[in-house]
């Protein structure tokens, strides 16, 4: 009875043992399991195919920075106009500051202007040019009243000379008369003493009355001498009254010409003084700008940054940087670098997406729409000249029409930009990337300029 209990039990042993074999075999081996590697190999054989048929953006990615489209808004060195000493500092880095705020203040620290009453003095030179011109003014105000007062004092005279060659000249028709006169009692006298020597002769007339008509015939004569002489004195005394008014001419305008040499030189001395005080005006206005440009202030509202110069009394020459100044602008803008063999496919108004530094992103390259934390922006400018490195700078500004730009953004941040180009198919992708060929020429169709102005 034992026996065969224990016979029965090696043989269930055995077969238990024989069965968990098989078990084993046939888990190993999976002879009797299903195989789906096929369907699986057909299966991905076709997503490949569909894949290759789906449309993929064409890109061009490149490295940027966060800058501006306005020049005024990037940072901006502050120089100093003069040279100086730092007296003072009224910021230090890091300060907000608005414009018109006082950064620093400098002394003088050349010998031509350390006078501290440098534009009262100026000022008193001239007021005193000025005084000098009125009293040129008032002489030459005088001269001309002289050349005046003698204009007509040569203008009486001249009336008298010219009444008296009046004068003078009927004197001497009278006196041509009177000797006209004379001519004509000599020749009268002259027929009747040669009748009364014929008369004599015959005995008609006596002696006595021959020596009355000489006597008459010789005083007639000495009336036409007189006449004569007395008609000669006139015309002498005429051409003296004629000598007399060109000498009273020529002595007039002597004088006139005297005071109006006075006048026009103080007129001229007028105008040298007016040269004087606009030079010395300018000087004036000079000194009175320079003393302003002793306080430094910041051109426009910002952070302060990169002080260049520290401590009192430092030197600084014309010219020289004092500070940066980061302008307080929001409007920021990204300027990325594309090279020379990719220039040609960037146009203007090309969307651009953007992933910035610190804000995370999932990017599916050829597949913008399905990406997740980029940015969108236009290509706004594409500069003409190569820089150092080899590449050409194009900037791209805001897309106001999608999502806003953060504003968290500050400038010289760190940028990755993608250029999206033409749509196509994937298998001419990998076609066009194993073959080296460069992406579609592609011309942005949105009018950026209409987007920019909104």
Same mark, same amino acid.
């Given at each position: ?18 069965? /968990?074999?098989?078990?084993?075999? /046939? ?17 991905? %054989? ?8 789906? &449309? ?18 990037? &940072?901006?060195?502050?120089?100093? %106009?003069? &040279? ?16 018109? =705020? ?5 002394? @003088? ?13 100026? *000022?008193?030179? %001239? ?33 008298? $000379? ?7 000249? !009927? ?13 004509? =009692?000599?020749? +009268? ?21 021959? @020596? ?43 004088? %006139? ?9 103080? !007129? ?18 000079? #000194? ?33 940087? +004092? ?45 913008? *729409?399905?990406?997740?934390?980029? $940015? ?15 590449? #050409? ?45 460069? &992406? ?15």
């Amino acid at each position: 009875m034992n026996t065969e209990k224990s016979t029965y039990l090696n043989i269930e042993i055995e077969s238990a043992t024989t069965n /968990h074999s098989l078990q084993s075999f /046939h888990s190993i081996y999976k002879i009797h399991k299903r195989k789906y590697i096929k369907k699986w190999i057909i299966g991905l %054989i076709v997503f490949c195919v569909i894949v290759l048929f789906l &449309p993929w953006t064409q890109n061009i990615r490149t490295k940027g920075k966060i800058t501006t489209l306005r020049q005024e808004a990037r &940072p901006q060195q502050l120089n100093t %106009i003069l &040279p100086g000493k730092i007296v003072k500092w009224y910021v230090k880095e890091g300060d907000m500051v608005k414009q018109g =705020d006082t950064i620093l203040q400098l002394g @003088e620290v050349k010998v031509d202007y350390f006078d501290p009453q440098l534009l009262n003095r100026t *000022q008193q030179q %001239i007021t005193a040019k000025k005084q000098s011109i009125q009293a040129y003014l008032e002489k030459a105000a005088t001269a001309d009243k002289q050349a005046a007062a003698l204009k007509k004092g040569l203008q009486l005279k001249l009336a008298s $000379f010219d009444n008296k060659i009046a004068q003078q000249q !009927l004197k001497i028709v009278s006196d041509s008369m009177d000797v006209l006169a004379a001519v004509n =009692d000599v020749n +009268i006298y002259k027929r009747q003493i040669e009748a009364a020597r014929l008369m004599l002769d015959s005995g008609v007339i006596s002696l006595t009355d021959f @020596e009355k008509r000489k006597a008459n015939y010789q005083n007639a004569i000495a009336k036409k001498t007189s006449a004569e002489n007395k008609f000669l004195q006139n015309k002498q005394e005429l051409l003296n009254l004629k000598i007399e008014k060109n000498s009273a001419i020529q002595d007039y305008t002597d004088k %006139i010409s005297k005071a109006e040499g006075d006048k026009f030189a103080a !007129l001229s001395q007028v105008a040298s003084t007016n040269a004087e005080v606009s030079k010395l005006e300018n000087i004036y206005t000079n #000194y009175d700008i320079r003393n302003q440009l002793y306080y430094i202030t910041a051109p426009q509202s910002g952070q302060i940054t990169k002080a260049k110069k520290a401590g009192l009394d430092e030197i600084v020459k014309e010219g020289d940087m +004092i500070v940066e100044i980061v302008p307080d602008f929001s409007n920021y803008a990204v300027e990325m670098y594309v090279s020379p063999t990719d220039i040609p496919l960037i146009s203007k108004g090309q969307e651009v997406a953007i992933i910035f530094d610190g804000f995370p992103a999932i990017v599916f390259s050829g597949w913008p *729409q399905s990406t997740y934390g980029t $940015f969108t922006g236009r290509v706004s400018a594409i500069e003409n000249n190569i820089n150092t490195s080899g590449n #050409y700078r194009v900037l791209i500004a805001p897309d106001t029409t999608k999502k806003p730009w953060p504003k968290q953004l500050k400038l010289g941040g760190g940028a990755k930009c993608i250029a999206l180009l033409k749509n196509v198919p994937v298998y001419y992708e990998l076609w066009r990337t194993i073959n080296g060929f460069p &992406p579609e020429y592609y011309s942005a169709e949105n009018n950026f300029e209409k987007i920019s102005k909104k």
